[in-house]
C-alpha cells in the first residue's frame, strides 16, 4: 500500500504525551479531587441499571424529553442547547462548521489547536505576552476571522475576559467561542452575552467542578441556527451513549454540586496563593481551579520524583508550572515540599 493514504500533516501532529509515573498527588489535569457523593453516584448508577437497555441505541424521543427538562432547569430555549461528548466534542464541532479562518490565542488549552489544525483552512497562533501577564488585549484580537477560541477562565493562567471585551470580539468577527470549562471557579459566566450576539458559542463541560471527568459530558449554549449545525455534524443523539443518558436523568444535581464545590475550591485556591506568593514564587491570581507561578524545571522534576504530578510550561525562555488545586489535606502537603524552594 502507498503511503499516500493518509495526510502527512496529521502524521506531524505532536503526539498526546503524559508522564507515565503513578501519583501519589495528582495536581495536572485541573480534575476534581473527590469522587461524587455516594447518593448520587448511586442515582447515577440506578439509572443507568434501570431505565436503559442496552441492545437498543438511545431513543431520539428519550433525548428531546431529556433536553427539554434540563433547559427548564438552566432557563434557556431547548433550541439553544446541545449535549456533547465531553467539552472536546463541542470544541470540534465548532471547529467543524466553521473552520476557515481560525485564530487561537497562547498559552491555552491545547486540543482546540489540534482540531483547528486538523480542520481549519487557515491558522494563526497569537502569543499572548509576559510583559502583559498574558492577558488577551483588543489589538492581539483581529477582524474578519471565521472562529475565535478564547478560554474564561484561561488555562493555564487562570485570567478571566472582560464583557466590553468579549463583544468588541464578537461584532468583529464571525464565530466566537468561549469555552467556561472553569465557570463555577470563578462566579462568571457569558450567558447573558448569547442574548445580544448572536455569533456567541459558550462550552462548558461536567469535567470540572462536577467531578466527571470519566464520563465524558459537555454542553453547549448558541443561537439555534448554530445549535442545529452542530446537531447535524454530531448526528445529535448518537454522539451520546447510555452513561450521558443516566448524567442527563441528574443533570440539575449534578450542576447544583458543581457550584458548590467550585465556592470550595475557590477558599482553598486563593489561600493557595497567598502562601505562593509568601514564599517568593511569582504567582499569578487565578479564577479556575490551578495556579500558575514560575517556577524551575528542576523544581517540576523534583516534585515529579516524589509521585507529584503537576505541569510544566517554558514560555518566553522561563519556566512555570501549573497545579490544579487539590482538597485542603493535598495542598498542606504540596505546601511542604515548596517551602524554602
Ligand atoms: C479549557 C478546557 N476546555 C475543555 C477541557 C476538556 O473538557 P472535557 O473533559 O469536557 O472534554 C479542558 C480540560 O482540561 C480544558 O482545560
Not at 448524567?247 to 457550584?259: A, P, R, V, Y
Request: proline share 3%.
Amino acid at each position: 500500500m502507498s503511503e499516500n493514504y493518509y495526510r502527512k500533516d496529521i502524521e506531524d501532529l505532536p503526539d498526546f504525551k503524559v508522564e507515565n509515573i503513578k501519583a501519589t498527588l495528582k495536581l495536572d489535569q485541573n480534575e476534581y479531587p473527590e469522587k461524587l457523593p455516594k447518593y448520587l453516584r448511586n442515582k447515577i448508577f440506578h439509572s443507568l441499571k434501570n431505565k436503559y437497555t442496552e441492545n437498543r441505541y438511545p431513543q431520539p424521543i428519550d433525548y428531546l424529553n431529556k433536553k427539554k427538562k434540563i433547559s427548564e432547569f438552566l432557563g434557556i430555549s431547548e433550541k439553544n442547547l446541545i449535549f456533547t461528548m465531553g467539552a472536546d466534542q463541542g470544541i470540534l464541532a465548532t471547529m467543524i462548521i466553521s473552520g476557515k479562518k481560525v485564530k487561537i490565542f497562547t498559552p491555552t488549552y491545547p486540543i482546540p489547536e489540534n482540531d483547528a489544525k486538523i480542520l481549519s483552512k487557515e491558522l494563526s497562533i497569537e502569543a499572548l505576552k509576559y510583559e502583559n501577564d498574558f492577558v488577551l488585549s483588543k489589538e492581539q484580537i483581529g477582524k474578519n476571522l471565521d472562529l475565535i477560541y478564547l478560554v474564561s477562565p484561561n488555562s493555564p493562567v487562570g485570567n478571566i475576559i472582560d464583557d466590553e471585551l468579549v463583544e468588541y470580539v464578537c461584532k468583529n468577527n464571525q464565530l466566537v467561542v468561549i469555552d467556561e470549562a472553569y465557570f463555577e471557579y470563578s462566579n462568571k459566566t457569558y450567558i447573558e452575552l448569547l442574548k445580544k450576539h448572536e455569533n456567541l458559542i459558550i462550552i462548558r463541560t461536567f469535567s470540572k467542578a462536577c467531578g466527571l471527568a470519566g464520563y465524558r459530558f459537555g454542553y453547549v449554549f448558541a443561537n439555534e441556527k448554530i445549535i442545529s449545525l452542530m446537531e447535524k455534524v454530531l448526528f445529535v443523539p448518537y454522539n451520546l451513549g447510555l452513561c450521558h443518558y443516566a448524567i442527563m436523568d441528574n443533570f440539575s444535581e449534578i450542576f447544583t454540586l458543581g457550584m458548590e464545590r467550585g465556592k470550595i475550591v475557590q477558599k482553598i485556591r486563593d489561600e493557595f496563593y497567598l502562601f505562593l506568593k509568601k514564599n517568593s514564587f511569582k504567582s499569578y491570581k487565578s479564577y479556575g481551579n490551578f495556579l500558575f507561578f514560575e517556577a524551575s524545571r528542576k523544581l517540576y522534576d523534583e516534585l515529579l520524583s516524589k509521585g507529584i504530578k503537576t505541569r510544566y510550561y517554558h514560555i518566553e525562555s522561563k519556566d512555570f508550572i501549573r497545579i490544579s488545586i487539590g482538597t485542603k489535606k493535598e495542598m498542606d502537603q504540596l505546601k511542604k515540599e515548596l517551602k524554602g524552594k
